[in-house]
Structure formats: C-alpha cells, structure tokens
C-alpha cells in the first residue's frame, strides 16, 4: 500500500512538472504499461524509417558511350543526383577530362556494368554499336543525337539505331537538352526533356531518371516521332518569323517615308541639307510608330475572331489559317513592341545633350534678347506638354508590365484570370494610353497645310491608323448587347441555322481539331 502511495506520489510530481520519470516503476500501473506500448511502437516505426532511408539512397549504375561535352556533362549531373556512372570508350586510358567518381573502360565492358545506356555520339560513329549486338541484348538505349541539317537522312537516328541494333529498345530523349543545361542544373535553361519510344517500360526508366535530375518530362509518343523531337533543335526562331517580318517591313516603310519627308524634300524644294537627323531624328520618330502598330496588332485579331464568331453564330467553326497564324504569334508581337518602345525611350533622353538641340535653343535665347522680347508662358501648352509626357509615362510603365508577366517564370504564378486581366484588361488600357500619347503629340498639326509635304501626312498621322481601328472595334464589342451574344457564344451557344443540321456544308463547317 505504501508503495502505491508512493508511486502516486512521484507521478503527481512528475505530471506538476517537478520531478523527471526516472523509469517505468514510478508511473501508475495503467499508465506504465501505456508508455510501454508508445516505446514498442515507436522502435518498430524508427526501424521502418530506416530501411525506407536505405532504399531511396540506392540508385542504379548508368552508362554513358561518349566522353565529349554532353557525355561529361550529364555523367556529372548524373553522378551529384546519387547514380553511378561508367563510361564507354573507344580509347580508355586517354580519357581525362571525366567528372571524379566515375569509371572509364572499353564499350563492351562498359555495356556489361548497366541496363540503361546514353549512346551520346554522332550518328555516323555508330558503327562499333552493331559489334557489340551480343552484349547490349535486352538494353535500354537512350538516344540522345541530333542532325546538322534537316532532312540528312531517310530515317531518324532513333529509328537507325534500333535497326542496326535489334536486340536493345531504343528511347529517343534528352536530344533537346545542351551540355550547358545540364552544367547549370535546370535553374538557368530549359528544364523539359521530351522523349519517345514503343516500349513503355524503358520510357518510364528514362523519365525515373530524367526526374532526379530534376527536369520535367513529356512523352511524345512512339519512337516515330524520334524524327519530329530531332528536328526541333533545329528550328530558328519558329514563332518569331513573322512578327520578324512584319518588324522589318514597318520599320524600313515608316524609314523611308520618314526620310523622304524630313530629308529629301528640304532637299529638293528648299535646298538644306538635313542628313544629320537621320540618327537620332529619324531614328526617334521610327521607333514609337513601329512601337504603336506593332502594340495594336497584337490586338486586331482578337478582335476579328469576336466578329467572326458573331457572323458565324458559334464558337465551333475554324478561324481562317492565316488568323490562326497570327494569333500565335502575339506574345511574339508585343515583345518586339516593347523592345522598340525602349529605343524610343532611350532616344528621348538623349535629346536634351544633342548639339543641334542645344544650338537651336542659344539661337533662340540670343534672338529673344536682340529683339528684348519676352516668352509668353502657354497655359494651353503647359497642359499638353504635361499630358503629352504623362500619358507616354503610364503607357510605358504599363507596357514594361504586360512585358514582365509574358515571361514563363512569372505568368506560371497567375492564374488564368489574372492574366487575362493583365495581358486584356491593362493590354487595351496601354493601347489606349499610347494613341492618347500619339495624338498629344500632333495635336493641331493635321490642320496645318505646312504638315503636308509632297502630299503626305506626318508619319504620326498614319501610326493612328491601325491602334483607332482596334479601339474602335473592341469599343463595339464590349458594348452591352453585343458582349452578351459574343460571351454566351464562347460558353457553346450556338445560332440556329435556317437549314436542317444534315445539310450543312461541310467545308463551312471543320471541326476545330483535325
């Protein structure tokens, strides 16, 4: 009795925070055995814990033939993310360069050592891969060459390599991946590997292996695609062509027209030789204007799409190729927008320290004090000067933001109604701002005859062209009672057509997706 007594003592102690167990004996019965079960079932789980540990810490032994750039590369990679590495080579000994921690020996011990293989040289070395059928039997085989050119060859160099290999399963991967991405670990380059392959097995070991690296992975299908992936590292530029183009042409027209106007003219007609505005002058009104147009198209076609799914009465109707074209390549559009739209404003603030800036502004200083007059301060001039600069400010800045929240990094933090606010919402606010700029500029100049030389308006004037037409024609769109019809129209509801639905005409009619 007296020890329970004293065991219930200790334990009031110990729950009151004044004493530490010092062991089971001093806990009440039911709580001692309590604390004993905890005990046997916190050794039974740190001891699972452990063995799960052990496990994820174990990886497989790869193998690369190839020590070149990408070879050494991705056996570093490979080796910092737990794997162990062996190269294949045609000359061991010689093999210097390779990251510490791996092993160098000939392709056929090499290929004994692992099941997954790199084949990370050119397609015409794959020669020695066929005398060594017998040793890289039931191998996965990853494929990670591409071409100097299209169209080298009839087939894929995938496609090659399983034929002159029969025994191994061939995956196409990591041909869209440089030496450099992987150096820089994904966090600075492109960090999606595509492969395919007709074997789901072996693409599920590449992707294991793909993920540890810490890249994202897309299957794209059967090793047929092999020749589509090869092609891409090839491309220049593909969605850039066009806006190119269009950057191009603007900018040598508004050029031209420019210098004809400023320059040729004054030295025709009035015999001056205003050469030297061609740098900075010229420079400085071609730029905004190519700026402006550029902005608004990437605009027009969203535009033109409301309309024509109000002329269609539906949503399910293909837009016309050359729409479609340009609809993709507006992200591509604004960005060369903003990148004129930096020139001009860098050109801008170099016009204070122009010499011929400052020799105008003496030569008016001097005549002002030779007559003793006195400039009349313009209050109408101070308020669209002011204007003028502060409508080109907030469309700038707002500009800098649609370009900001175009980048990956930052428009994958969004989500979808975010940026369409960003890129819709504040897009149409910048457009407005801009052509609010634009036309504080000219001002009254459109009534002057002097503003028409040779019969040709300022080239301000014709930048106002297309960005009106786009405010105009989104101004019809978002008014009630045709925003109502164009939003039931994206959400699937579709205009009754006065034919029965069998006699549609079916070349009117193509489905959004062949």
Known sequence: MNKCLSHTHAYKQICAG??????????????????????????????????????????????????????????????????????????????????KGSKVMTHAAAAGEAHVI?????????????????????????????????????????????????????????????????????????????????????????????????????????????????????????????PFRIAICLTAFIFFYALTRDVIYERVINGKDNSFRIMVSLANKVFPIVSLVMLSLCYLPGALAGFLQLYNGTKYRRFPEWLDRWMLCRKQLGLLALAFGFLHAIYTLVIPIRYYVRYRMNVYVISLVKDNTTYEFDKTAAWRYDSYYSMGILGFGLFVLLGITSLPSVSNSLNWREFNFVQSKLGYMTLLLCTFHTLLYGWDRFLKATSYRWWMPQPYMLSLVVPCVVLILKLILIMPCVDRKVTRIRQGWERQSKTSSNSRDTKTNQPLMA
Not at 19 to 35: F, L, N
């Open 18 to 99: 004044k004493k530490k167990p010092q062991s089971c004996e001093e806990m009440p019965v039911d709580t001692r055995e309590i604390a004993e079960e905890i005990k046997k079932k916190m050794n039974s789980d740190s001891v699972a814990m452990a063995e799960l540990h052990g496990k994820m810490h174990k990886q497989e032994t790869v193998c690369i033939f190839g020590t070149g750039d990408f070879g050494r590369s991705l056996g570093l990679r490979l080796l910092q993310s737990g794997y162990s590495v062996v190269y294949g080579s045609r000359d061991p000994k010689n093999s210097l360069l390779l990251p």
């Open 118 to 242: 790199f084949v990370a040289v050119q397609r015409e070395h794959y020669g020695f891969l066929s005398s060594l059928a017998s040793d890289l039997e039931g191998k996965v085989l990853i494929d990670v060459s591409n071409n100097l050119s299209r169209g080298l060859y009839p087939e894929s160099n995938a496609e090659y390599l399983s034929r002159l290999v029969p025994g191994v399963t061939v995956v196409k991967a990591f041909n869209t991946i440089s030496a450099w991405a992987l150096q820089s670990g994904g966090l600075d380059a492109n960090r999606q590997v595509l492969i395919c392959g007709d074997r789901a097995d072996a693409k599920q070991q590449v992707v294991d292996i793909a993920q540890s690296l810490g890249f994202t992975v897309l299957d794209r299908g059967s090793i047929r695609a092999a020749a589509e992936l090869e092609d891409l590292p090839l491309q220049l530029f593909p969605l850039w062509r066009l």
